[in-house]
């Protein structure tokens, strides 16, 4: 009889939740209000601005001040709403990804806006304005600095959160487990700080096995573990300092032999596409933007009221045009890749086979998609010689970061 199991591993208790929101999702939302005031005024200031001075640049600009006005307004209902409905259960999968829906639209909203000032641009270069420079210029500086203002608020939660709540604490993952062939088969070795402490957890172990771990450091240092049973696995009863990068030999003293094994650990990176918040990306980026299309606006304007080059300021124009059609040309697709449900990548895939397949366990069917900033849902199909209980194969997995959601069904062969 097939055996369906469905778990949570980040839950203490084993118990389901759908709170699947990036971490510092209430202060980024902060941020953007306070980003929202700013750009609003000053989308005012220039547009009227620059129409009574007659910049196209300058309006340019006002127009792409006002999308970033309402990227930073759309950012803001995301992360209240998503944070209020959070376990709405109409949600089948939490509110996690309202921040990528975001991000989409207001993309897509962007690109029509790069077309609309490419053509305003080109309108200006066949037939240009008198153009007040002695006014425009001020405005369009005061315009640079408002997006400077802008992006140090929103500066420190831009991109992506590492530190998520549920899963780790540090600012990098570790190396997948490390499966050892021992003369009684394999076992597994793994960092394990899913909510807790980072702790070395030894799977496969026979009870009539002792087992102790150093670890070997590159700058020579050496320490001791000595390991605790927790009835499925080992546990060090020290914890592991960091940075986790070391050698780390395994000392098995079994009722037949002792054997020695040893394996490496490094830190890595953690994976952008799996912590990266594209709301607060949408709006960060855009910033950015708008920095970029105001430091041109500001050039052209100088260099046609002091160089005599007129056609500067249409063409700064199209430049603008062209920033904002780029970026958010890479917003949707980042933002529609996670709204279709695309993979996060292969490397995740890789980690939940190697936790998985052992003592005869084949995955025979394996979907992994991002349920919100830092959380990844997986549904996996196994087929097992001798079929375990549902603990078992939560701890083979416990050891991978971001597994928020996780669906096992189990055939036996």
């Known amino acids: 009889m097939d055996d369906f199991t469905q778990y949570a591993p980040t839950a203490p208790t084993g118990g389901h939740h759908h709170m699947f929101l990036g971490a510092g999702s209430a202060r980024n939302e902060t941020r953007t209000w306070i980003v929202v005031g700013l750009t609003t005024a000053m989308t005012v200031v220039e547009i009227v601005g620059g129409s009574v001075f007659h910049s196209i640049a300058l309006v ?31 949600f089948a999968l939490g509110t996690g990804k309202l921040g990528d829906l975001a991000a989409f639209t207001s993309a897509i909203v962007l690109a029509m806006f790069a077309l609309l000032i490419g053509y305003e641009a080109i309108s200006r270069f066949l037939t240009p304005e008198r153009i007040d420079y002695g006014a425009a210029i001020p405005i369009a500086i005061l315009g640079l600095a408002v997006n400077a203002v802008s992006a140090f608020v929103l500066a420190g939660d831009h991109d992506h959160a590492h530190g998520d709540d549920h899963h ?31 702790r070395f957890r030894l799977y496969g172990v026979r009870a009539a096995c002792a087992a102790q771990i150093e670890t070997v450091r590159p700058n020579g240092q050496r320490q001791i573990f000595s390991m605790l049973d927790h009835a499925d696995y080992l546990e060090s009863s020290d914890e592991i300092p960091e940075p986790h990068t070391f050698a780390a030999i395994l000392k098995l003293d079994g009722p037949n032999a002792r054997e020695t094994h040893e394996v490496k650990f490094a830190d890595h990176e953690p994976d952008d596409r799996l912590h990266r918040d594209n709301n607060m990306r949408a709006a ?8 970029a299309v105001s430091a041109l606006v500001v050039v052209g304007l100088l260099m046609a009221a002091y160089l005599g080059w007129v056609w500067m300021d249409p063409i ?57 900033p830092g959380h990844l849902g997986a549904i996996i199909a196994l087929q097992a010689t ?10 083979q997995l416990a050891h991978l970061a971001g597994l928020s959601h996780v669906t096992i069904e189990v055939d036996a062969f």
């Open 386 to 395: 001798n079929p375990r209980s549902p603990d078992s194969y939560r701890c």
């Open 60 to 90: 340019a600009d006002g127009i792409h001040m006002s999308t970033h006005a309402g990227v930073m307004l759309l950012a803001a209902l995301a992360y209240r709403y998503a944070r209020r409905h959070a376990d709405d259960e109409r």
């Open 316 to 372: 700064m124009g199209l430049v603008g045009a062209a920033v904002v059609a780029n970026w958010s040309y890479g917003l949707i697709r980042a933002a529609g890749a996670i709204l279709v449900d695309v993979s996060p990548g292969d490397d995740i895939r890789e980690r939940i086979k190697i936790a998985l397949e052992r003592d005869g366990c084949r995955v025979t069917d394996l979907h992994v998609w991002r349920l919100g």
């Open 284 to 291: 960060y980026v855009h910033v950015l933007a708008d920095s």
């Open 168 to 198: 780790h604490n540090s600012h990098h993952v570790h190396d997948a487990a490390q499966i050892i062939e021992t003369s009684s088969g394999p076992v597994q070795l793994a960092v394990f700080e899913d909510g807790v402490p980072p």
